[in-house]
Antibody
């Protein structure tokens, strides 16, 4: 059974940093691209970014709204993907989901990030 | 960026109704389209990928069609568990983009 479990969310002040983690199981993690998607309360879904597999040079891509502030990385030995978020803004407040593959076939349960003073 | 426009943004339907949701892309995306269902307080769930391919375990009352710029999601006979918000997403090019969602409510 495919499982994705996010952690690391919490309350952070504007300008601060936070690192989210997602642990994967039930599939060949090293061969899969992994994505992050977020959803502000009462709003729609917004794609944040992705990291490809080693075969694809761990290539990353980001939404314009987070480019230069957020960094996605992975540790295939631990089946983990990370989202490092710097220079956080109030508009980054959202539930952050870890998802698998370009068509997002599996989703974690999400972790809430609140950016507020 | 490719804009995804869903319609309607909400609809009211009765148990047993056939429901159709439309998604339009601002440029051609071949069949690189997915549909998701989201219930309140839950993570989205993948229903369909490649415009018409059903994810494993998704009941056959859900179907998708379309190619290019115009796509539809159809629920053949609405059941209580189908009341939710539905999103389309294109994955033809980056950044990946979602439609604004369609909330399906009970009439």
């Amino acid at each position: 059974e495919v499982q994705l479990v996010e952690s690391g969310g919490g309350l952070v002040q504007p300008g601060g940093s936070l690192k989210l983690s997602c642990v994967a199981s039930g599939f060949t993690f090293s061969g899969s691209a992994m994505h992050w998607v977020r959803q502000a309360s009462g709003k729609g879904l917004e794609w944040v970014g992705r990291i490809r597999s080693k075969t694809n040079s761990y290539a990353t891509a980001y939404a314009a709204s987070v480019k230069g502030r957020f960094t996605i990385s992975r540790d295939d030995s631990k089946n983990m993907v990370y989202l490092q978020m710097n220079s956080l803004k109030t508009e980054d407040t959202a539930v952050y989901y870890c998802t698998r593959a370009v068509h997002q076939d599996y989703w974690g349960q999400g972790t809430l990030v609140t950016v507020s003073s | 960026d490719i804009q995804m426009t869903q319609s309607p943004s909400s609809l009211s339907a009765s148990i047993g109704d056939r429901v159709t949701i439309t998604c339009r892309a601002s440029q051609g995306i071949s069949n690189d389209l997915a549909w998701f269902q989201q219930k309140p307080g839950k993570a989205p769930k993948s229903l369909i990928y490649a415009a018409s391919s059903l994810q494993n375990g998704v009941p056959s009352k859900f179907s998708g069609s379309g190619s290019g710029t115009d796509f539809t999601l159809t629920i053949s006979s609405l059941q209580p568990e189908d009341f939710a918000t539905y999103y389309c997403q294109q994955y033809s090019s980056y950044p990946l983009t979602f439609g604004g969602g369609t909330k399906v409510e009970i009439k």
